[in-house]
Protein backbone atom coordinates (compact mmCIF):
# COMPACT_ATOMS: atom_id res chain seq x y z
CA UNK A 1 0.00 0.00 0.00
CA UNK A 2 3.03 2.18 -0.59
CA UNK A 3 1.67 4.30 -3.09
CA UNK A 4 -1.29 5.53 -1.30
CA UNK A 5 -0.17 8.56 1.21
CA UNK A 6 -3.04 9.98 3.45
CA UNK A 7 -5.98 10.92 1.15
CA UNK A 8 -6.58 14.34 -0.65
CA UNK A 9 -9.20 14.81 1.87
CA UNK A 10 -7.45 14.33 5.26
CA UNK A 11 -4.56 16.65 3.23
CA UNK A 12 -7.19 19.51 2.37
CA UNK A 13 -9.54 19.74 5.56
CA UNK A 14 -6.01 19.28 7.73
CA UNK A 15 -4.83 22.84 6.03
CA UNK A 16 -8.69 24.00 6.23
CA UNK A 17 -8.64 23.47 9.72
CA UNK A 18 -4.68 24.98 10.36
CA UNK A 19 -6.23 27.97 7.97
CA UNK A 20 -9.33 28.85 9.02
CA UNK A 21 -9.82 28.71 5.17
CA UNK A 22 -13.23 27.88 4.58
CA UNK A 23 -13.74 24.26 3.31
CA UNK A 24 -15.00 23.59 -0.03
CA UNK A 25 -12.94 20.64 -0.28
CA UNK A 26 -14.22 17.71 1.06
CA UNK A 27 -17.83 17.02 0.61
CA UNK A 28 -20.28 17.21 3.98
CA UNK A 29 -22.95 19.67 4.58
CA UNK A 30 -23.16 21.97 7.19
CA UNK A 31 -26.90 21.64 8.21
CA UNK A 32 -28.14 18.16 9.59
CA UNK A 33 -30.40 15.83 8.71
CA UNK A 34 -33.96 14.89 9.52
CA UNK A 35 -34.32 15.69 13.11
CA UNK A 36 -37.01 13.00 13.37
CA UNK A 37 -34.54 10.64 12.31
CA UNK A 38 -31.66 11.94 14.63
CA UNK A 39 -34.10 11.14 17.65
CA UNK A 40 -34.94 7.91 16.22
CA UNK A 41 -30.97 7.17 16.53
CA UNK A 42 -30.81 8.59 20.61
CA UNK A 43 -34.12 6.97 21.62
CA UNK A 44 -32.04 3.71 20.62
CA UNK A 45 -29.16 4.21 22.45
CA UNK A 46 -31.24 5.40 25.35
CA UNK A 47 -33.72 1.95 25.19
CA UNK A 48 -30.67 -0.12 24.95
CA UNK A 49 -30.44 -0.81 21.28
CA UNK A 50 -26.32 -0.68 22.33
CA UNK A 51 -24.97 -4.69 21.57
CA UNK A 52 -24.06 -6.03 18.31
CA UNK A 53 -26.45 -6.28 15.31
CA UNK A 54 -26.50 -9.77 13.21
CA UNK A 55 -23.84 -9.48 10.79
CA UNK A 56 -26.12 -8.36 7.89
CA UNK A 57 -27.63 -5.54 10.06
CA UNK A 58 -30.59 -5.29 11.83
CA UNK A 59 -33.80 -6.22 10.52
CA UNK A 60 -35.75 -3.27 10.72
CA UNK A 61 -32.95 -1.95 8.18
CA UNK A 62 -32.45 -4.26 5.99
CA UNK A 63 -36.59 -4.80 5.62
CA UNK A 64 -36.16 -0.86 4.61
CA UNK A 65 -33.54 -0.70 2.38
CA UNK A 66 -35.44 -3.40 0.18
CA UNK A 67 -38.75 -1.21 0.87
CA UNK A 68 -36.73 1.54 -0.98
CA UNK A 69 -35.15 0.25 -3.84
CA UNK A 70 -38.60 -1.01 -5.20
CA UNK A 71 -39.80 2.42 -4.50
CA UNK A 72 -37.44 3.96 -6.13
CA UNK A 73 -36.20 1.54 -8.67
CA UNK A 74 -38.61 -1.20 -8.74
CA UNK A 75 -35.94 -3.71 -8.02
CA UNK A 76 -36.49 -6.57 -5.40
CA UNK A 77 -34.41 -7.94 -3.28
CA UNK A 78 -34.72 -10.27 -0.28
CA UNK A 79 -34.53 -8.58 2.86
CA UNK A 80 -32.79 -11.35 4.58
CA UNK A 81 -30.36 -13.15 1.78
CA UNK A 82 -30.05 -9.70 -0.73
CA UNK A 83 -29.18 -7.09 1.70
CA UNK A 84 -26.09 -6.24 3.53
CA UNK A 85 -25.51 -3.32 6.11
CA UNK A 86 -21.82 -1.81 5.99
CA UNK A 87 -20.01 0.78 7.73
CA UNK A 88 -20.41 3.40 4.83
CA UNK A 89 -19.93 2.65 1.11
CA UNK A 90 -16.56 2.62 1.72
CA UNK A 91 -16.62 -0.81 3.35
CA UNK A 92 -19.61 -1.68 1.08
CA UNK A 93 -16.87 -0.96 -1.87
CA UNK A 94 -13.59 -2.59 -0.63
CA UNK A 95 -15.92 -5.84 0.90
CA UNK A 96 -17.20 -6.53 -2.79
CA UNK A 97 -14.11 -5.82 -4.31
CA UNK A 98 -11.98 -8.29 -2.09
CA UNK A 99 -15.04 -10.84 -2.17
CA UNK A 100 -15.18 -10.55 -5.92
CA UNK A 101 -10.91 -9.43 -7.35
CA UNK A 102 -8.80 -12.47 -7.42
CA UNK A 103 -4.81 -11.43 -7.35
CA UNK A 104 -4.74 -10.12 -11.28
CA UNK A 105 -7.81 -9.76 -12.00
CA UNK A 106 -8.26 -6.56 -13.87
CA UNK A 107 -11.04 -4.11 -12.72
CA UNK A 108 -12.43 -1.09 -14.61
CA UNK A 109 -12.48 2.14 -13.22
CA UNK A 110 -13.49 5.74 -14.75
CA UNK A 111 -11.45 8.74 -14.33
CA UNK A 112 -11.54 10.79 -12.10
CA UNK A 113 -12.61 8.30 -9.77
CA UNK A 114 -13.35 7.73 -5.96
CA UNK A 115 -10.19 7.38 -4.44
CA UNK A 116 -11.04 4.54 -2.57
CA UNK A 117 -11.41 2.07 -5.86
CA UNK A 118 -7.88 2.04 -6.60
CA UNK A 119 -7.27 1.07 -2.73
CA UNK A 120 -9.72 -1.41 -2.56
CA UNK A 121 -8.44 -2.97 -5.98
CA UNK A 122 -4.84 -2.71 -4.89
CA UNK A 123 -5.55 -4.81 -1.24
CA UNK A 124 -7.22 -7.47 -3.70
CA UNK A 125 -3.77 -7.83 -5.57
CA UNK A 126 -5.49 -6.87 -8.63
CA UNK A 127 -5.09 -3.99 -11.56
CA UNK A 128 -7.45 -0.91 -12.87
CA UNK A 129 -7.59 -0.32 -16.02
CA UNK A 130 -9.07 3.90 -16.17
CA UNK A 131 -11.39 4.76 -19.06
CA UNK A 132 -11.53 8.33 -18.90
CA UNK A 133 -14.14 10.67 -18.65
CA UNK A 134 -14.01 14.23 -20.77
CA UNK A 135 -15.62 17.20 -21.14
CA UNK A 136 -18.26 17.91 -24.09
CA UNK A 137 -20.05 20.57 -24.33
CA UNK A 138 -18.94 20.95 -20.95
CA UNK A 139 -20.34 17.48 -19.45
CA UNK A 140 -17.83 14.89 -18.14
CA UNK A 141 -18.69 11.69 -20.33
CA UNK A 142 -16.68 8.45 -22.10
CA UNK A 143 -15.93 7.71 -25.57
CA UNK A 144 -17.65 3.67 -25.45
CA UNK A 145 -14.71 2.97 -27.76
CA UNK A 146 -12.52 3.33 -24.81
CA UNK A 147 -14.40 0.36 -22.77
CA UNK A 148 -12.28 -2.43 -23.22
CA UNK A 149 -11.53 -5.65 -21.33
CA UNK A 150 -8.79 -8.31 -21.32
CA UNK A 151 -8.93 -12.14 -20.48
CA UNK A 152 -8.48 -11.02 -17.12
CA UNK A 153 -10.65 -8.19 -16.86
CA UNK A 154 -13.28 -8.96 -13.99
CA UNK A 155 -15.13 -6.21 -12.69
CA UNK A 156 -16.41 -2.63 -13.59
CA UNK A 157 -16.75 0.00 -10.45
CA UNK A 158 -19.55 2.38 -12.01
CA UNK A 159 -19.92 5.51 -10.04
CA UNK A 160 -23.54 7.39 -10.78
CA UNK A 161 -24.11 10.26 -9.99
CA UNK A 162 -20.69 10.75 -10.58
CA UNK A 163 -18.39 11.98 -7.85
CA UNK A 164 -16.16 14.30 -8.71
CA UNK A 165 -17.30 15.38 -12.16
CA UNK A 166 -21.05 15.51 -11.25
CA UNK A 167 -22.42 13.67 -14.18
CA UNK A 168 -25.36 11.87 -14.21
CA UNK A 169 -24.91 8.67 -16.34
CA UNK A 170 -27.75 8.93 -19.52
CA UNK A 171 -30.00 5.63 -19.95
CA UNK A 172 -28.11 5.30 -22.68
CA UNK A 173 -24.50 5.67 -21.32
CA UNK A 174 -25.91 3.04 -19.26
CA UNK A 175 -26.90 0.58 -21.53
CA UNK A 176 -23.40 0.75 -22.89
CA UNK A 177 -21.94 -0.02 -19.74
CA UNK A 178 -24.24 -2.60 -19.84
CA UNK A 179 -23.68 -4.28 -23.15
CA UNK A 180 -19.97 -4.11 -22.25
CA UNK A 181 -20.69 -6.17 -18.65
CA UNK A 182 -22.97 -8.74 -20.58
CA UNK A 183 -20.44 -9.36 -23.51
CA UNK A 184 -17.53 -9.81 -21.74
CA UNK A 185 -19.51 -11.31 -18.40
CA UNK A 186 -18.11 -8.89 -15.68
CA UNK A 187 -19.41 -7.93 -12.55
CA UNK A 188 -20.75 -4.19 -12.09
CA UNK A 189 -20.32 -2.94 -8.95
CA UNK A 190 -22.55 0.18 -8.64
CA UNK A 191 -21.66 3.11 -6.25
CA UNK A 192 -24.97 4.73 -5.84
CA UNK A 193 -24.68 6.90 -3.11
CA UNK A 194 -25.71 9.69 -4.38
CA UNK A 195 -28.87 8.27 -5.87
CA UNK A 196 -31.03 10.79 -4.71
CA UNK A 197 -28.96 14.33 -5.66
CA UNK A 198 -29.55 14.76 -9.23
CA UNK A 199 -31.32 18.05 -10.60
CA UNK A 200 -32.81 19.88 -13.10
CA UNK A 201 -35.25 16.53 -12.94
CA UNK A 202 -32.48 14.26 -14.47
CA UNK A 203 -33.37 11.04 -13.24
CA UNK A 204 -31.06 8.65 -11.65
CA UNK A 205 -31.05 5.06 -13.19
CA UNK A 206 -29.96 2.48 -11.71
CA UNK A 207 -27.46 -0.20 -13.69
CA UNK A 208 -29.12 -3.08 -12.11
CA UNK A 209 -32.58 -1.98 -13.73
CA UNK A 210 -30.91 -2.82 -17.38
CA UNK A 211 -31.55 -6.12 -18.89
CA UNK A 212 -29.47 -8.96 -17.80
CA UNK A 213 -27.70 -6.70 -14.96
CA UNK A 214 -29.65 -7.48 -12.18
CA UNK A 215 -27.47 -10.80 -11.29
CA UNK A 216 -24.36 -9.27 -12.05
CA UNK A 217 -24.53 -6.08 -10.11
CA UNK A 218 -23.48 -5.22 -6.31
CA UNK A 219 -25.64 -1.88 -5.87
CA UNK A 220 -24.01 -0.49 -3.16
CA UNK A 221 -25.61 3.19 -1.13
CA UNK A 222 -25.28 4.68 1.98
CA UNK A 223 -27.21 7.10 3.95
CA UNK A 224 -24.27 9.38 4.44
CA UNK A 225 -25.23 11.97 1.57
CA UNK A 226 -29.12 11.32 1.05
CA UNK A 227 -29.93 11.97 4.61
CA UNK A 228 -26.84 15.00 5.61
CA UNK A 229 -25.25 12.41 7.72
CA UNK A 230 -21.89 11.31 6.09
CA UNK A 231 -20.44 10.90 10.23
CA UNK A 232 -22.98 8.13 10.62
CA UNK A 233 -20.70 5.99 7.87
CA UNK A 234 -24.07 3.54 7.04
CA UNK A 235 -23.77 1.76 3.96
CA UNK A 236 -25.55 -1.16 2.30
CA UNK A 237 -25.28 -3.17 -0.57
CA UNK A 238 -28.18 -5.34 -2.41
CA UNK A 239 -27.29 -7.92 -5.16
CA UNK A 240 -28.11 -11.79 -5.81
CA UNK A 241 -28.11 -14.30 -2.55
CA UNK A 242 -24.81 -15.66 -4.28
CA UNK A 243 -22.90 -12.32 -4.58
CA UNK A 244 -23.90 -11.02 -1.10
CA UNK A 245 -22.39 -13.73 0.37
CA UNK A 246 -19.52 -13.79 -0.87
CA UNK A 247 -19.28 -10.04 0.58
CA UNK A 248 -20.49 -10.83 3.64
CA UNK A 249 -17.89 -13.39 4.00
CA UNK A 250 -15.28 -10.94 3.62
CA UNK A 251 -16.88 -7.73 6.07
CA UNK A 252 -17.26 -10.42 8.66
CA UNK A 253 -13.70 -10.01 8.92
CA UNK A 254 -13.31 -6.55 8.19
CA UNK A 255 -15.51 -5.14 10.85
CA UNK A 256 -18.12 -8.29 12.18
CA UNK A 257 -20.89 -6.05 11.64
CA UNK A 258 -22.18 -2.05 11.52
CA UNK A 259 -23.18 0.20 14.84
CA UNK A 260 -26.89 -0.73 15.32
CA UNK A 261 -28.41 3.19 16.40
CA UNK A 262 -27.21 4.82 13.47
CA UNK A 263 -29.19 1.26 11.44
CA UNK A 264 -31.92 2.44 13.54
CA UNK A 265 -32.02 6.29 12.62
CA UNK A 266 -31.81 4.82 8.70
CA UNK A 267 -34.36 2.88 8.42
CA UNK A 268 -36.51 5.24 9.83
CA UNK A 269 -35.10 7.98 7.10
CA UNK A 270 -35.51 5.39 4.74
CA UNK A 271 -39.00 5.02 5.26
CA UNK A 272 -40.65 8.27 6.09
CA UNK A 273 -37.90 11.11 5.06
CA UNK A 274 -37.68 10.71 1.15
CA UNK A 275 -39.75 14.47 1.56
CA UNK A 276 -36.99 15.52 3.49
CA UNK A 277 -34.30 14.29 0.95
CA UNK A 278 -36.37 15.90 -1.84
CA UNK A 279 -36.35 19.47 -0.41
CA UNK A 280 -32.83 18.52 0.03
CA UNK A 281 -32.22 18.11 -3.83
CA UNK A 282 -34.19 21.18 -4.46
CA UNK A 283 -31.67 23.23 -2.16
CA UNK A 284 -28.79 21.43 -3.18
CA UNK A 285 -29.79 22.72 -6.92
CA UNK A 286 -29.76 26.11 -5.98
CA UNK A 287 -26.56 26.00 -4.14
CA UNK A 288 -24.94 24.65 -7.24
CA UNK A 289 -26.28 27.43 -9.07
CA UNK A 290 -25.06 30.00 -7.17
CA UNK A 291 -21.36 28.74 -6.64
CA UNK A 292 -21.73 27.69 -10.50
CA UNK A 293 -22.24 31.46 -10.77
CA UNK A 294 -19.68 33.00 -8.26
CA UNK A 295 -16.98 30.72 -9.52
CA UNK A 296 -17.93 31.97 -13.44
CA UNK A 297 -17.78 35.23 -11.97
CA UNK A 298 -14.88 34.83 -10.25
CA UNK A 299 -12.89 33.60 -13.12
CA UNK A 300 -12.83 29.86 -13.52
CA UNK A 301 -14.73 28.21 -16.17
CA UNK A 302 -18.02 25.79 -14.79
CA UNK A 303 -18.36 22.44 -16.18
CA UNK A 304 -22.11 21.36 -15.84
CA UNK A 305 -23.59 19.46 -12.75
CA UNK A 306 -26.41 17.25 -12.80
CA UNK A 307 -25.68 15.40 -9.40
CA UNK A 308 -23.76 14.69 -6.82
CA UNK A 309 -22.54 17.85 -4.28
CA UNK A 310 -19.68 18.90 -6.75
CA UNK A 311 -18.93 21.36 -9.51
CA UNK A 312 -15.76 20.65 -11.88
CA UNK A 313 -14.03 24.23 -12.33
CA UNK A 314 -10.91 24.33 -14.95
CA UNK A 315 -8.16 27.06 -14.38
CA UNK A 316 -6.76 27.82 -17.86
CA UNK A 317 -9.15 30.48 -18.01
CA UNK A 318 -6.92 32.35 -14.89
CA UNK A 319 -3.52 31.66 -16.68
CA UNK A 320 -3.16 28.95 -14.27
CA UNK A 321 -2.58 25.22 -15.34
CA UNK A 322 -1.87 23.11 -12.39
CA UNK A 323 -4.89 22.39 -9.65
CA UNK A 324 -2.68 20.52 -7.37
CA UNK A 325 -0.38 23.41 -6.98
CA UNK A 326 -3.11 26.08 -6.67
CA UNK A 327 -5.25 23.58 -4.14
CA UNK A 328 -2.59 23.49 -1.82
CA UNK A 329 -2.02 27.80 -1.98
CA UNK A 330 -5.05 28.66 -2.08
CA UNK A 331 -6.17 28.71 1.74
CA UNK A 332 -3.03 31.28 2.33
CA UNK A 333 -3.65 32.94 -1.26
CA UNK A 334 -8.06 32.99 -0.78
CA UNK A 335 -8.96 31.23 2.49
CA UNK A 336 -10.73 28.60 0.72
CA UNK A 337 -9.98 25.04 0.50
CA UNK A 338 -10.56 22.72 -2.86
CA UNK A 339 -10.29 19.48 -3.98
CA UNK A 340 -7.43 18.81 -6.99
CA UNK A 341 -9.19 16.59 -9.21
CA UNK A 342 -5.82 15.21 -11.04
CA UNK A 343 -5.12 13.02 -7.80
CA UNK A 344 -8.08 10.94 -8.88
CA UNK A 345 -6.53 9.91 -12.19
CA UNK A 346 -4.41 7.24 -13.31
CA UNK A 347 -3.34 9.93 -16.24
CA UNK A 348 -2.86 12.81 -13.93
CA UNK A 349 -1.88 15.00 -16.72
CA UNK A 350 -5.33 15.03 -18.68
CA UNK A 351 -6.77 16.44 -15.07
CA UNK A 352 -4.29 18.51 -13.94
CA UNK A 353 -6.35 21.62 -15.07
CA UNK A 354 -9.09 20.70 -12.92
CA UNK A 355 -10.53 21.99 -9.48
CA UNK A 356 -13.66 20.56 -7.45
CA UNK A 357 -15.58 22.89 -5.43
CA UNK A 358 -18.04 21.51 -3.10
CA UNK A 359 -21.69 23.37 -2.92
CA UNK A 360 -23.38 21.70 0.06
CA UNK A 361 -22.81 24.53 2.29
CA UNK A 362 -24.91 27.11 3.68
CA UNK A 363 -25.99 29.87 1.13
CA UNK A 364 -23.57 32.32 3.41
CA UNK A 365 -20.25 30.14 3.40
CA UNK A 366 -21.01 29.86 -0.43
CA UNK A 367 -21.12 33.45 -0.78
CA UNK A 368 -18.25 34.42 1.51
CA UNK A 369 -16.37 31.73 -0.41
CA UNK A 370 -17.40 33.33 -3.67
CA UNK A 371 -16.12 37.04 -2.44
CA UNK A 372 -12.91 35.74 -1.17
CA UNK A 373 -12.15 34.16 -4.82
CA UNK A 374 -13.27 37.25 -6.62
CA UNK A 375 -11.49 39.53 -4.50
CA UNK A 376 -8.54 37.57 -5.23
CA UNK A 377 -8.67 37.39 -8.83
N1 LIG B 1 -18.47 6.77 -2.96
C1 LIG B 1 -18.49 8.04 -3.33
C2 LIG B 1 -18.61 8.38 -4.76
C3 LIG B 1 -18.39 9.05 -2.36
O1 LIG B 1 -18.39 10.33 -2.73
C4 LIG B 1 -18.26 8.69 -1.02
C5 LIG B 1 -18.04 9.75 0.02
N2 LIG B 1 -19.15 10.01 0.63
C6 LIG B 1 -18.27 7.34 -0.67
C7 LIG B 1 -18.35 6.40 -1.67
C8 LIG B 1 -18.12 6.88 0.73
O2 LIG B 1 -19.35 6.86 1.39
P1 LIG B 1 -19.45 6.51 2.95
O3 LIG B 1 -19.10 7.75 3.69
O4 LIG B 1 -20.84 6.06 3.13
O5 LIG B 1 -18.45 5.43 3.22
N1 LIG C 1 -16.82 11.62 -0.28
C1 LIG C 1 -16.20 12.80 0.23
C2 LIG C 1 -15.74 13.67 -0.92
O1 LIG C 1 -15.62 13.24 -2.04
C3 LIG C 1 -14.97 12.54 1.06
C4 LIG C 1 -14.92 11.38 1.93
C5 LIG C 1 -13.54 11.26 2.53
O2 LIG C 1 -13.09 12.17 3.21
N2 LIG C 1 -12.87 10.20 2.24
O3 LIG C 1 -15.46 14.81 -0.67
Not at 43 to 50: C, Y
Amino acid sequence: MREFGPTIFAEMTGLAVKTGAINLGQGFPDEDGPAAMLNVATEAILSGRNQYAPGIGVPELRQAISEHAKETQGLSYDPDTEVLVTVGATEAIAAAVLALVEPGDEVIVFEPYYDSYPAAIALAGGTRRAVPLRPVDGRFTFDPADLRAGPNTRAIIVNSPHNPTGTVFTPAELETIAAFCRDHDLIAITDEVYEHLTFDGVPHVSLATLPGMRERTVRVSSAGKSFSVTGWKTGWICSTPELVTAVTAVKQFLTFTSAVPWQLGVAHALRHELGWVNDLRGSLEAKRDRLSAGLAEAGFEVLKTAGTYFVQTDIRPLGLTDGLDLARRLPELAGVVAIPTQVFYDHAETGRHYVRFAFCKRDEVIDEAVGRLTSRR
